[in-house]
């Protein structure tokens, strides 16, 4: 009885060895085309991708050459901008003419030139870091024009700024010299002459004197640089004028007594500055209203001058002057922006790979292959 079922499971063997040898040949052929299709597929997509890589490399490099170009670019704009506010200040505090609001001017001029300096700052550094980044960059033989003319750019722009650092650092330099006190170019505290109190108008003129000194000392420690020889003149020669004023009225006031004579007639100007009570009695001039009259012809002196001075510290901020000072920089960057655009409108597409109709036909004939058979 053992015998019998030893034959019949010898039997039930081999009656399936023919269906399981079937099913490992056709997985070994199955595996088999899988393996040298991924292989054929593989070596198909590494080759479109060497033929499109150099149009990848191509266009990766026009867009960051573009990238550097425009933000450079805005930033010289933002530069311009920061100028354009700053001259607006300096106009609106300059129409104010009173010496109480010569402090004020002062906070606020300091302050926009500095601001001003640190956004030249911010701008050269950005040019600096573009020039240097794309100078060291491999880059396709096709744009090895436009990097040197972008490199060019960087170089012009970094100078550019480096000069209105200078202009703007000297103008810094310059106001810290003269101090709050002589931000308007004024010759007096108007207030001062409708009491007409002598002591408080010596006492200002002997402090706004010392005052004229220390400034004076402070300018001559400067040196100017040639587009600044003339408000660097002017400044010096309001505070000259200032303290030839002031020499002569504290003299006036302290030295010389009532004079006879008859009354000059009072310009409206001084009949609103000094009152009635500075006339003596009998018709003389008093010590302030000969003081007060030469401040008045003093003042003509000054108009002039004034206007000079703020003509000088818009020149500075001056739209037209800075784009002509820019004109070399704008210059080559237009040309560069033509340049770019050109390089796009002439670079070819990248076309993602699509596989061909007939190697997709072929996928159904997969699905078929018998990966396992029924047991």
């Given at each position: 009885m053992l015998v019998q079922a030893y034959k019949q499971y010898k039997d039930f063997l081999d009656s399936r060895r023919p269906r399981f040898y079937f099913i490992k040949k056709s997985a070994a052929i199955t595996f088999t085309i899988l393996f040298v299709a991924l292989g054929a597929i593989s070596a198909f997509v590494y080759y479109q991708y060497n033929k499109i890589e150099p149009q990848i490399i191509e266009a990766q490099y026009l867009d960051n050459l573009n990238g550097s170009f425009n933000t450079g670019k805005q930033s010289l704009e933002d530069v311009?901008?920061?100028f354009k506010i700053a001259g607006a200040k300096i106009t609106?505090?300059?129409?104010?003419?009173?010496?109480?609001?010569?402090?004020s001017g002062y906070s606020i001029s300091l302050d926009d030139i500095d601001k001003t300096i640190s956004k030249i700052d911010a701008a050269r550094e950005i040019f600096?870091?573009?020039?240097n980044q794309i100078a060291s960059t491999n880059i396709p033989l096709k744009f090895h024009e436009t990097q040197n003319q972008l490199v060019l750019y960087f170089g012009s722009g970094t100078?550019?700024?480096?000069?209105?650092?200078?202009?703007?650092r000297f103008d810094r330099e310059t106001l810290l010299a003269l101090g709050p006190n002589f931000y308007l170019?004024?010759?007096?505290?108007?207030?001062?002459?409708?009491?007409g109190n002598e002591q408080k108008i010596i006492s200002y003129y002997q402090n706004t004197k010392s005052n004229v000194n220390e400034a004076l000392t402070n300018?001559?420690?400067?040196?100017?640089?040639?587009?600044f020889r003339n408000y660097y003149t002017l400044q010096t020669s309001y505070l000259e004028l200032l303290g030839k004023v002031s020499d002569d009225i504290i003299n006036i006031l302290k030295n010389a007594s009532p004079s006879p004579g008859p009354t000059p007639s009072p310009s409206p100007q001084t009949e609103a500055a000094v009152t009635d009570t500075t006339t003596n009695p009998n018709g003389q001039v008093t010590a302030v209203e000969k003081a007060y009259q030469l401040l008045v012809d003093a003042d003509k002196k000054n108009e002039k001058l004034a206007q000079d001075l703020l003509n000088e510290k818009l020149n500075l901020f001056d739209r037209k002057r800075n784009l002509?000072?820019?004109?070399?920089?704008?210059?080559?960057?237009?040309?560069?922006n033509d340049k770019i655009a050109q390089l796009y409108s002439t670079q070819p597409q990248i076309n993602s790979y699509q596989m061909p109709a007939g190697l997709l036909k072929l996928l159904p004939l997969y699905k078929r292959l018998p990966l396992f058979g029924k047991i």
């Open positions: 311009l901008t920061t609106l505090v300059d129409n104010l003419k009173e010496s109480s609001n010569s402090a600096q870091d573009q020039k100078t550019l700024l480096s000069d209105l650092k200078t202009e703007h170019p004024i010759l007096s505290d108007k207030s001062l002459w409708h009491v300018l001559s420690r400067l040196t100017p640089p040639e587009e002509d000072k820019f004109a070399q920089v704008n210059l080559i960057g237009n040309s560069l």
